[in-house]
């Protein structure tokens, strides 16, 4: 029975004077069946966050609601939620079925229940072949699909997941989150995954939760982020390689940057008005300049650092003191040293925000 | 992303000087100084061994026999006199009391480690300056405690003081083990639905078997082969092994073959008990060494 999750202005204190505030007052309303990623750098508060969720850690102020019920004080067994760890935290001593059927066993379920449950989880997972092995005798990804599996087999309200694919090489994270992803849409169990990585916040949330210093910054579906990020620390986590952000003073109907002189939508010049600015921060996405000729508008770039990722290569360089990334075409790529000139690739594609309140304009 | 360039610098400095051993010494040579040492700490066991099987008057030749006609006689002899009621006084206490540091040693170290609370710190401190007064500066108190609550010559004492004696070592030892617990593990656990003694038989105790197996190990060694309470506290009725042996040392001088005979007899338990819980020692020592 999959349910809705709510924080209802939730924190966390750590005792001292004063407290450390590790969650301050997160209002978040997770709909039933939802993947929800929350994302963050690190001692933003995501983990602590979820293990509020899990009963692991204290709810000092607000409250927490699965479904209907308030779980704000529930010890984590009478949640009804399945958790997998980094570590994927498996009993070492018990065989990958035992591993499974563990809670269930607690909860006095039958054992041809459990044998049929575990075994069920096991194929969903391609487990069956190592169901009689002990953790130890695993590679990383068979584990954490272990880990995986001991969740599904509870069937639980909702799954938390604390950064499962961290330690998992490369390319086994990719396929693994494409496998989580299909495997949370098949069972439309509602899903709480913290992560560091904002690719992987990208790829599998329906929605992604930024926070920062305890703080919810943003939740919203992964294009509205990338699209109008609220304010310049969204926008400058949710990227990659992260936007381009440099404070600028405001000229007549828009921002000077270099030569070039940026013209912003009349929305941003109003706002900016109205909070009486005379600079702005002035946020473009790597994708959204080119090179451009000589002769043409543009603004200088010294390349500093060249990226070749194939398709693309990255440009790296230095605009006043912020630094700068261009994406450029992966074929002819400047070298490092080379003097090139720099613009805007269409209009609509910037972003500005105030830069006492990091808000956004317009 | 330019940081990502430092890196590898940083693991390849800790890697080389551990390849750089390794050629400089070679296996050649940490092999011939395994056996010098193994030979220098068996040496005396070896010596025992046969003059164990020697008659008394080979055993005084110099140089010493290495070949000569074995003899069951000293076994026997020792076996035949009283050897085994002081055999079954040393078993007794030695069994009882790692028992009861068990019984005690394990809860203490689960809350010291798992469940800290404020104070730990103070009670582990304490616990440990237990073992700073000497033995010797106890021992009249000890004594006449002893003597005005009848514990005099029996074995009750002799448990009760090696309990307290290997306890906070065992609740020391017990705790690092319970600290390599992995958190996590425990939080799945409370999630599962484990409630707190699911939780310590079915997970805790398991991970920390071996652990536990090295701390009572050590605990049978110490408390069989304690000699000093035994040979001041106990007599004729509770005497263990130890005081049984020193008994070969007489006025009329030493019986070698006899004493060894003797000698061998005690160590054959702490032997056994070793050779069954080797594994487990090698793991569970150095489990707790590793952080």
């Given amino acids: ?362 | 992303m330019t940081t990502a360039t430092a890196a590898p610098p940083a693991t390849a400095t800790s890697e080389a000087p551990r390849r750089n051993t390794k050629r400089r010494y070679g296996p050649g040579t940490l092999t011939v100084v395994t056996w010098v040492l193994a030979i220098l700490f068996v040496f005396p066991l070896l010596w025992m061994i046969l003059t164990a099987f020697k008659q008394e008057s080979d055993a005084y030749t110099d140089p010493p026999k290495l070949f000569f006609k074995p003899t069951f006689d000293q076994i026997s002899g020792v076996l035949k006199g009283d050897f085994l009621p002081y055999l079954g006084n040393s078993a007794f206490v030695t069994i009882i009391s790692t028992l009861l540091v068990l019984l005690l040693g394990i809860p203490a170290a689960y809350a010291l480690s798992l469940a800290p609370v404020k104070g730990t710190k103070n009670a582990l401190s304490f616990f440990l300056s237990t073992k700073m007064l000497p033995i010797v500066a106890a021992i009249i108190p000890l004594y006449v405690i002893s003597q005005n609550t009848n514990l005099l010559d029996t074995v009750w004492a002799l448990i009760i003081l090696y309990t307290a004696m290997n306890l906070p070592l065992a609740i020391w030892m017990m705790r690092s083990f319970f600290m390599e617990v992995p958190g996590e593990m425990i939080e799945a656990a409370r999630i599962d639905g484990a409630n707190l003694p699911t939780l310590l038989r079915k997970i805790i105790m398991p991970v920390v078997a071996p652990g536990v197996a090295a701390t009572a190990l050590i605990c049978v060694i110490f408390s069989w082969t304690e000699f000093f309470y035994a040979v001041n506290l106990t007599a004729a009725r509770a005497g263990t092994v130890p005081v049984f042996l020193v008994g070969f040392i007489t006025s009329e001088g030493l019986y070698w073959a006899q004493l060894s005979a003797a000698a061998l007899l005690a160590s054959l338990p702490v032997m056994i008990v070793g050779w069954f819980a080797q594994n487990h020692l090698v793991r569970g020592l150095s489990m707790g060494a590793v952080k």
């Fill in chain 1, 1 to 362: 029975m999959s349910a809705e999750v709510i924080y209802d202005q939730a924190s966390r204190v750590y005792p001292g004077n004063p407290g450390v505030r590790a969650v301050d007052k997160l209002s978040l309303d997770v709909p039933d069946g939802e993947f929800l990623v929350l994302v963050g750098p690190s001692g933003s508060g995501k983990s602590t966050a979820l293990r509020m969720l899990a009963g692991l850690e204290d709810v000092n102020e607000g409250a927490i609601r699965i479904g209907d019920r308030d779980v704000t004080d529930l010890p984590p067994k009478d949640r009804d939620i399945a958790m997998v760890f980094q570590s994927y935290a498996l009993y070492p001593h018990m065989t990958v079925a035992d591993n499974m059927g563990f809670a269930l066993k607690l909860r006095g379920v039958s054992k041809s229940d459990i044998e049929a449950k575990v075994a069920e989880a096991a194929a969903m997972l391609d487990l069956t072949k190592y169901l009689e092995r002990k953790p130890k005798a695993l590679s990383g990804g068979q584990r954490q699909r272990v880990a995986m599996g001991r969740a599904i087999v509870r069937e639980p309200s909702v799954f938390l997941m604390d950064e499962p694919l961290s330690n998992l090489d490369a390319k086994l994270r990719v396929e693994t989150r494409a496998n989580i992803a299909k495997l949370q849409q098949r069972l439309g169990t509602t899903t709480i995954y913290v992560t560091h990585d904002q690719v992987e916040a990208m790829t599998m949330g329906d929605r992604v939760a930024v926070l920062k210093d305890g703080h919810l910054q943003q939740c919203d579906s992964p294009r509205e982020l990338y699209e109008n990020p609220a304010n310049s620390f969204v926008a400058g986590f949710i990227g990659s390689p992260a936007m381009n952000l440099t404070t600028v003073p405001l000229t007549d109907g828009g921002v000077k940057l270099g030569d070039l002189t940026v013209p912003l939508p009349t929305a941003v010049l109003t706002g900016a008005r109205e909070d009486g600015l005379s600079e702005i921060v002035f946020g473009v996405r790597p994708e959204a300049l080119r090179l451009v000729g000589e002769a043409d508008d543009g603004f200088e770039l010294v390349v500093e650092l060249v990226e070749e990722l194939g398709a693309d290569a990255y440009l790296h360089g230095k605009v006043g003191d912020d630094r700068f990334v261009v994406r450029v075409d992966g074929r002819t790529p400047p070298r490092i040293g080379d003097n090139v000139r720099v613009a805007l690739r269409g209009e609509g594609e910037t972003h500005a925000f105030n830069p006492s309140t990091s808000l956004r304009l317009g």
